[in-house]
């Protein structure tokens, strides 16, 4: 592995040029012409000839012309479109190839997770191959990729709309909408849930549920426990300490045994419209 990535650091030597932007670098190394047209056409030139830092996974003109006939003229006649897929391939920040491989995914400038893995000695980021890496400039670093990537379909459904339909949520669905709190989860967050499935909710002491029902502020106190305001996916939240809840408590993370506030985070990265759910298998409650 560290051969490859070696060969691909000299490889990259030979395009760097650390008094050059982003742009300026594409234009000199001849093979990103398409790249180049695209991202003028679509406004982004101002961009990557700004201070950044960006980390650019950069697709080849033979990448481009992998793409069906007739795709490049379709998207530089649909701009929103072409803007879409041209910042799926950006992210803010410097990643050097030693970063990237490190990582399970890196989130673009386009909102969507770029998914990360190493396979046979090779990188890929979705499904394109690294084939040159840390190729610097001055505000900046670009990976060179052997494909165009393209963002997920954007997801439509809101969190509760997406428990609903889960249909191992019955329990919470049916909280939320005693509590009154379907209509702030269907708003527009972000937020990150902590989702206690129905298997969750059947631990709890005999009678809790029907007597929580009942006591609409302590239900609610429970359910916000279970809400965080913000974009918190399985990577952020393992790296971090303790999150605070909607409803003022502390969250405490175990990154070691994958647990969140003694609870085991049995699925994650649920991206919903307005957020992201991840599953835990107890209920939390507030101290």
Known sequence: MKKVFLVLVLIG??????????????????NFTTLVAAVEKAGLAGVLTGEG??????????????????????????????????????????????????????????????????????????????????????????????????PPEKETRRIPEIAIEAGTFKTLVTALQEASLVEALM??????????????????????????????????????????????MAEDVLNMRSLTALNGGQLTVNPNEVKIQGSKIVATDIIAANGVIHVIDAVMIPQ
């Open 187 to 232: 708003g527009e967050g972000p937020f990150t849930v902590f989702a206690p499935n129905d298997e969750a909710f059947s631990k709890l002491p005999e009678g809790t549920i029907e007597s929580l029902l009942k006591d609409i502020p302590a239900l609610k106190n429970i359910l916000l426990y279970h809400v965080v305001p913000g974009i918190y």
């Open 53 to 150: 830092p960006f980390t650019v996974f950069a697709p080849t003109d033979e990448a481009f012309a992998k793409l069906p006939e007739g795709t490049i003229e379709s998207l530089l006649n649909d701009i929103p479109a072409l803007t879409r897929i041209l910042t799926y391939h950006l992210v803010p920040g410097k990643y050097m190839s030693t970063d990237v491989v490190s990582l399970e995914y890196l989130k673009s400038a386009e909102g969507s997770a770029i998914p990360i893995k190493v396979e046979d000695g090779k990188v890929y980021v979705d499904n394109a191959m690294i084939t040159a890496v840390d190729i610097e400039a001055s505000n900046g670093v670009i990976h060179v990729i052997d494909s165009v990537i393209l």
């Open 13 to 30: 030597l030979v395009f760097t040029g650390f008094s050059k932007n982003i742009v300026e670098l594409a234009v000199s190394a001849g």
